[in-house]
T-cell receptor, first 111, second 113 residues
Framework: EDQVTQSPEALRLQEGESSSLNCSYT??????LFWYRQDPGKGPEFLFT???AGEEKEKERLKATLTKKESFLHITAPKPEDSATYLC????????????FGQGTTLQVKP | DTAVSQTPKYLVTQMGNDKSIKCEQN?????MYWYKQDSKKFLKIMFS???????INETVPNRFSPKSPDKAHLNLHINSLELGDSAVYFC????????????FGPGTRLTVT
């Protein structure tokens, strides 16, 4: 069964304190791995897509990496506005397009 | 311009009632989805339509019936609402079926009392 597990569930950082979020997955043929950001009361906002092991994508203070079993979202020198829930999802190569989400990591960055 | 929009934003209703949630996307995408987010923030696929054709139906009770009048709209009708239906429902769209990033609407918080 396709599955996504994110850790930690919650993370508190001081402003400027870099860290990483983990997304472990099992999927029958990976079509893509997606990272989303979700603010309270809003819909998930697309951040990155990774397609193959070794691939990396960057956006401002965020960098996503992918291996055959997991993905990391590295946050460098975070700011309070980076506080949100970060969701990881996989899409299998079964051609239906559905995303299988992890439970998310809630990040709080304190000034 | 809002890419994926949903109405209403909040919906409070009593058990046994029938309600609908509307979704529209102006991205020109061919595929639309409904997801349910439970109280633990876990997002799960419910339905997917590609150009008005049902692609995914993920073991959702048949009280839930999606309808796609055209590829820019995907509505969700729920009959005989139950307490367990309380959740946030998100509409999403993608350019093509089977792959690519999905863009989500703002969500509809449904509360059944």
């Amino acid at each position: 069964e396709d599955q996504v597990t994110q850790s930690p569930e919650a993370l508190r950082l001081q402003e400027g304190e870099s860290s990483s979020l983990n997304c472990s997955y099992t999927v029958s043929g990976l079509r893509g791995l997606f990272w989303y950001r979700q603010d309270p009361g809003k819909g998930p906002e697309f951040l990155f897509t990774l397609y193959s092991a070794g691939e990396e994508k960057e956006k401002e203070r965020l960098k996503a990496t992918l291996t055959k079993k997991e993905s990391f979202l590295h946050i460098t020198a975070p700011k309070p506005e980076d506080s949100a829930t970060y969701l990881c999802a996989v899409q299998a190569s079964s051609n239906t397009g559905k995303l299988i989400f992890g439970q998310g990591t809630t990040l709080q960055v304190k000034p | 311009d809002t890419a994926v929009s949903q109405t209403p934003k909040y919906l409070v209703t009593q058990m046994g009632n029938d309600k609908s949630i509307k979704c529209e996307q102006n991205l020109g995408h061919d595929t639309m989805y409904w997801y349910k987010q439970d109280s633990k923030k876990f997002l799960k696929i419910m339905f997917s339509y590609n150009n008005k054709e049902l692609i995914i139906n993920e073991t959702v009770p048949n009280r839930f019936s999606p309808k796609s009048p055209d590829k820019a709209h995907l509505n969700l009708h729920i009959n005989s609402l139950e307490l367990g239906d309380s959740a946030v429902y998100f509409c999403a769209s993608s350019q093509m079926v089977g792959g690519g990033e999905q863009y989500f609407g703002p969500g509809t918080r449904l509360t059944v009392t």
